[in-house]
């Protein structure tokens, strides 16, 4: 029986990196959670992917706060207490149009826009050429992007991964899908406490913003919006088994670049290598 997370740990996510609503003036909330609030060092606005939360990026956001940076984790719409976006099948426009409410809410001039899986392609539309975002992103970095099952010729798959995980859903429910995913999300090497973040995180996912997500997934095509018009840096764990060193290298020579791998990390790097995600991070920002 897996063991659950323990207490403390909850106590120091609502200490050291604390959730609050963003109101937007159309009437929406974005949840989020800041660390670094005070700081003058870079800026990071981090998404998360389809099967988490803006907790996961607690300990990568206390590293880079320590080396003076600001760090915003976003709930996606119809996460947490974030208000989910109308259509029942969402595009990518729908999630990068709440992310800019969002920037504009917190008035953040200059950001690193950091995008882990399904994040990477709401990311890489907010990025993209001609995008109303662009000048107010520093950088763009892609960590273990999922490139969706939009494209012409990819149909086929984009049935298959629809009808496999809307199933999953109606019939294992949310408990049944978090109580597993750590098997899939992180390597062998991981710990027992980053196993535990992985399962609560995605145990509180919304049935309804995570069905959205999985539209927004199966509809999308990342590469449609790269390369961005921003400098752009593209990184995947090498242990990754959900997208793949070998699938990541095409996103990342789609932008002209060579694919970035982490040692001993699997898809949720950020949440299995923290130190080393926030050095890659910290070195994106730097260069920007």
């Known amino acids: 029986m897996n063991a659950p997370l323990a207490d403390s740990e909850l106590a120091r996510l609502d200490a050291r990196f604390a959730a609050r609503s963003v109101a937007l003036p159309g009437g929406e909330v974005v949840s989020v959670r800041e660390s670094g609030a005070g700081n003058s060092g870079p800026v990071f606005v981090c998404l998360h992917g389809i099967g988490s939360g803006a907790a996961s990026w607690l300990d990568t956001a206390l590293l880079l706060q320590e080396q003076g940076a600001r760090v915003i984790a976003w709930e996606a719409p119809g996460y947490g207490a974030s208000t989910p976006v109308a259509p029942a099948q969402p595009q990518a426009a729908d999630y990068a149009q709440r992310l800019q409410g969002l920037v504009d809410a917190l008035d953040l001039d200059r950001f690193v826009l950091v995008g882990h899986s399904l994040g990477a392609i709401t990311a890489g539309h907010a990025a993209r ?17 999922a490139a969706g099952y939009g494209a012409p010729g990819k149909e086929e798959a984009q049935q298959r991964v629809r009808t496999q995980r809307l199933a999953t859903l109606k019939n294992e ?64 764990g090498a242990l990754d088994v959900v997208t793949t060193p070998e699938a990541c290298t095409v996103v990342a020579q789609h932008c002209g670049l060579q694919l970035e791998l982490l040692a001993d990390a699997g898809h949720a790097s950020y949440v299995e290598q923290p130190r080393a995600v926030a050095a890659l991070l910290q070195r994106e920002a730097a260069r920007a």
Not at 129 to 135: E, K, T
Not at 178 to 200: F, I, M, Y
């Open 129 to 145: 050429q001609g995008s109303p975002l662009a000048s107010r992103i520093a950088r763009l970095v892609l960590i273990s992007p």
């Open 173 to 236: 429910g949310v408990a049944a899908m978090a109580a597993k995913a750590d098997q899939r999300l992180l390597s062998a090497n991981a710990g027992e406490l980053a196993r535990q973040w992985v399962r609560w995180n995605m145990g509180r996912l919304n049935e309804a913003g995570y069905a959205q997500a999985v539209q927004l997934l199966c509809g999308a095509d990342l590469l449609a919006d790269l390369p961005p018009a921003v400098p752009v840096h593209v990184a995947c």
